[in-house]
Nanobody, 131 residues
């Protein structure tokens, strides 16, 4: 049984930082590209960041570039999203997702950000940024 469990959400003031973690089980983690998405109330779920299975390539939505980083530990089967300089409009439920597609040598933004390409999802963790 595949499980993805996000932790690290909470309430933070604008400009603050949070570190989200996603612990996985039941899958061959090193074979999966991993992504983070977020969904604000009343809005569609949107792509935030992703990392290729071997950790060699990452993608970010433009709005978080330079403030968020994504990393993975294939020995611990975890992926982490470090979020700095948070903004109130980034209040949302943040979801971890796993994508088993074999990408080969290319890993495009289109591939990484395509929500339908992800096979497994966590339950989400709430991030609230106060102004």
């Amino acid at each position: 049984q595949v499980q993805l469990v996000e932790t690290g959400g909470g309430l933070v003031q604008a400009g603050g930082s949070l570190r989200l973690s996603c612990a996985t089980s039941g899958l061959t983690f090193r074979s999966y590209n991993m992504g983070w998405f977020r969904q604000a109330r009343g809005k569609e779920r949107e792509f935030v960041a992703a990392i290729k299975s071997n950790g060699e390539k990452t993608h970010f939505v433009d709005s978080v570039m330079g403030r968020f980083t994504i990393s993975r530990d294939n020995a611990k089967n975890t992926v982490t999203l470090q979020m700095n300089s948070l903004k109130p409009e980034e209040t949302a439920v943040y979801y971890c997702a796993a994508d088993k597609r074999y990408i080969g040598s290319t890993y495009s933004y289109a591939t990484a950000s395509f929500r339908g390409g992800y096979d497994y999802w966590g339950q989400g963790t709430q991030v609230t940024v106060s102004s």
